[in-house]
Nanobody
Framework: QVRLEEHGGGSVQTGGSLRLSCAAS????????MGWWRQVPGKERVGVAA????????EYADSVKGRFTITHDSATNTAFLQMTSLTPDDTATYYC???????????????????????????WGQGTQVTVTA
């Protein structure tokens, strides 16, 4: 049974920073994908950032490149998303994604290789709210 424990989020003013964390337990496997997706009411959930722990490669949405950084601590199997220069457009519910044995991301785009909805061993966190005020 995979368990994802999310922390972080909250409310911050434009230009501020926040850090999200997601600790995975229950499945000891070195080749995984961990990442975050975000969703606003009435819209689809979209990928934000992902890290592939097998090789260390990362993937970012164009809207967050240069502002968000995803890292992974293998000792605790915890992913971190450092978010800087936040704007109101970043306001959303952020969901941690965890995929065991993801396909090679080189052959996929739009975070398909780290999408728990499309992969059999994929899991979602409970979500955490990030609100950026003007």
């Amino acid at each position: 049974q995979v368990r994802l424990e999310e922390h972080g989020g909250g409310s911050v003013q434009t230009g501020g920073s926040l850090r999200l964390s997601c600790a995975a337990s229950g499945y000891d496997y070195s080749h995984t994908c961990m990442g975050w997706w975000r969703q606003v009411p009435g819209k689809e959930r979209v990928g934000v950032a992902a890290i592939y722990t097998g090789g260390g490669s990362t993937e970012y949405a164009d809207s967050v490149k240069g502002r968000f950084t995803i890292t992974h601590d293998s000792a605790t199997n915890t992913a971190f998303l450092q978010m800087t220069s936040l704007t109101p457009d970043d306001t959303a519910t952020y969901y941690c994604a965890y995929v065991v044995g993801p396909p090679n991301p080189t052959y996929y785009s739009d975070f398909v290789a780290c999408n728990p909805d499309r992969l059999s061993l994929g899991y979602w966190g409970q979500g955490t709210q990030v609100t950026v005020t003007a």
